[in-house]
């Protein structure tokens, strides 16, 4: 069961523009919603994440934006550079305990200069 | 100076083979992980331990053990390998009532 579904599976995007990621959760009880980006031979690495009680958070170029009553959230990236082309995955964890992450399927982001 | 390192970073091993990769996080966490990537890049949960005690454990074969030594070190030992366990393995930590999880470099393993 895919609890978390990600959108697109690949997106390219011209120098300057914006790109748009879009995520959807079904678990209510997950509470923490993490972006991370990943090189090529490199691990995940934490980008930016959001909780519940705010609609919007932004960090520089990104930018999560959060729907909790349709259970959507998405990243932004404003004026996209090709430094930014890699995999974006979008993730959920919630509740007590062990707080496991649930990815999203990713999104290969290609930026062209 | 590395958050969270594994090794080793490449393994090329044959079907029916035993084989250990290893983590240290110098963060300071109490809670370290072990992902798997798939060759579509989906990554998925396998274990989870928490100051040594397993807390996590992912409907994961039986041939799949890790072991915490101590909470900075949390292996994974895979037996009688199949083809099928070629991935990317990624360990993770995070610190107790935090969230963020910060992962390794990863290993990846490839069983011919």
């Known amino acids: 069961q895919q609890q978390v579904k990600q959108s697109p599976q690949s997106l390219i995007v011209q120098k300057g523009g914006i790109s748009i990621i879009n995520c959807a959760y079904e678990n209510t009880a997950f509470d923490y919603f993490p972006w991370y980006q990943q090189f090529p031979g490199k691990g995940p690495a934490l980008l930016i994440a959001?909780?519940?009680?705010?609609s919007e958070k932004k960090e520089g170029r990104f930018t999560i934006s959060f729907n909790k009553s349709a259970k959507q959230f998405s990243l932004h990236i404003m004026d996209s550079q090709p430094g930014d082309s890699a995999t974006y995955f979008c993730?959920?964890?919630?509740?007590?305990?062990?707080?496991?992450?649930?990815f999203g399927q990713g999104t290969r982001l290609t930026i062209n200069p | 100076d590395t958050a969270v390192s594994q090794t080793p970073k490449y393994l090329v091993t044959q079907m029916g083979n035993d084989k250990s990769i290893k983590c240290e996080q110098n963060?300071?966490?109490?809670?370290m992980y072990w992902y798997k990537q798939d060759s579509k890049k989906f990554l998925k949960i396998m274990f989870s331990?928490?100051?040594?005690?397993?807390?996590i454990n992912e409907t994961v074969p039986n041939r799949f053990s890790p072991k915490s030594p101590d909470k900075a070190h949390l292996n994974l030992h895979i037996n009688s390998l199949e083809l099928g366990d070629s991935a990317v393995y990624f360990c993770?930590?995070?610190?107790?009532?935090?969230?963020?999880?910060?992962f390794g470099p990863g290993t990846r393993l490839t069983v011919t």
């Open positions: 963060l300071g966490h109490d809670t």
């Open positions: 993770a930590s995070r610190a107790s009532g935090g969230s963020e999880q910060y």
């Open positions: 959001i909780r519940p009680d705010v």
């Open positions: 993730a959920a964890s919630g509740g007590q305990g062990a707080q496991k992450l649930v």
């Open positions: 331990y928490n100051n040594k005690e397993l807390i």
